[in-house]
């Protein structure tokens, strides 16, 4: 697992983009790893406004936000934000919101199927997180 959770690889144009809005400093980041060795590109941001430049640049293929309001990263603030950019294809690009047990009821009722995925951050999360960006992104996805 990195050390260092903000490290930037290369862009490599071949491998399907994650942007995730992390804003947790000096903490591990397995999801990062995890999602790197399952062969995606991996681009971390902190803030929204780094995010949407992110997207607006690089257009990523899903979008994961880690829910923690002490640290500055509301999810709602940020399904608010992705739903009003100005270009449309952000309002229907997949999220995955990673959040405590005590937001998860509150986002539960954000969900859409195959768009909004609310996931409570805990020992077993990276595994099915894994599964579930898998399955949209490579598994194609069902109408």
Known sequence: MSALPFRQEKPDPNRTRILKLFNVPFTLDPYHDRLIS??????NTST????LNYAHERQPALIIVYDETDS???????????HTDRFSWMATTPLIILAD???VD???????P???IVLQRRADTLNHLTRIVNHLLRGGMQG
């Open 38 to 43: 399952q062969g995606y590109e991996v681009a």
């Open 48 to 51: 929204y406004a780094e995010a």
């Open 72 to 82: 500055g990263i509301d999810a709602l603030e940020w399904l608010r934000l992705q």
């Open 101 to 103: 047990a005590v937001r």
């Open 106 to 112: 509150m986002l539960k009722h954000e969900e859409l």
């Open 114 to 116: 195959e768009r909004v």
